[in-house]
């Protein structure tokens, strides 16, 4: 998903618990709550999802989503259904920067650009010195004239710097813009004043090693097991980077679970056991979920020397 781009859509899945089986047919029956960066709830714009293709794609429906509701860097949609026995799980999405289009806007409105010193050498060592043949006009200050002058109607330096209508003929006009590089080759430091369009980039221009650092996605994800008893609750954890599960380098990981409606601990942040594995485990007697109640579980880590936290809801009801 991209942020805060308008016309796209969220796929949710339906399964029939009793029977086992993706649910159809009941687009009218299920409605979804947003939130974005772990902020407050709201019914979705589009209230009731469309289904996808009940044969070829049984029990998955599409919510379409206003361009302000995927305006946030963390996208979560939580969907239920009126029919009974029927989960839904929710959808939590890392939303990527816009679009190559954003990104040509951007570049195109940019008024701080600036040439490195290698361009601005260039550029003045192919601005020529002196013109040679009569000019018709000159526009800007002149610095100095060499030759015969037709005539001075007044002071030539503070006339010549005053004048705002003086232009070059076409001659110096082809002769400048010959000497202007029509592309630069090589990276440019900065460019100073406004760029008057970007109409295309190249090939390999934006690739993994100039945008890794920026683009690598980390998640995680936890689940609840409860037992029939209610006497102990358990969670396990998995971290993820670009969508692989990482198995080593997970500093200080803690799970902490509170209720949504107050933001209240039921756990306070607590370490997690590693399991041996790659993963992580935490069991509890005494803070148990009650049915009914929603809970929102924040998980944190340190990883590639950065802090990392990660936020979904969980509840006896989703287990």
Known sequence: MYKNVA?????????????????????????AQWSLDGGATAVTNDA??????????????????????????????????????????????YTLPGSATALESNVVSQDNIDFGALQKAS??????????????????????????????TAVVEANVASQDNIDFGALQKASL???????????????????????????????????????????????????AANVTDRYVVAWYKNGAPILAGIAAPTIQIYLVSTGANLIAATPLTPDGNGGFRYATLVALMT?????MAKLTATIDAAARTWLQPVGRDSV
């Open 7 to 31: 016309s796209q859509q969220v796929a949710v899945y339906a399964h029939d618990t009793t029977a086992d089986a993706p649910e159809t047919g009941d687009a009218a029956n299920i409605t």
């Open 48 to 93: 009731n999802p469309t289904e996808l293709d009940a044969v070829d794609a049984p029990g998955v429906y599409l919510f379409d989503m206003l361009q302000a509701e995927t305006n946030g860097d963390l996208f979560i949609l939580s969907a239920v259904s009126g029919t009974a026995d029927i989960s839904i799980e929710p959808v939590m999405i």
């Open 123 to 152: 550029l003045n060592a192919a601005t020529p010195a002196s013109v040679v043949g009569a000019v018709g006009s000159v526009t800007g200050a002149v610095g100095s004239v060499t030759g015969a002058v037709g005539s001075v």
């Open 177 to 227: 813009d010959a000497a202007t590089p029509a592309s630069v080759v090589g990276a440019v430091g900065s460019v100073t004043g406004a760029v008057g369009s970007v109409t295309a980039m190249g090939a390999g221009s934006i690739d993994d090693a100039a945008m890794a650092a920026d683009m690598d996605i980390y998640q995680a994800e936890v689940w609840a097991f409860i037992d």
């Open 291 to 295: 049915a009914g109640v929603s809970y």
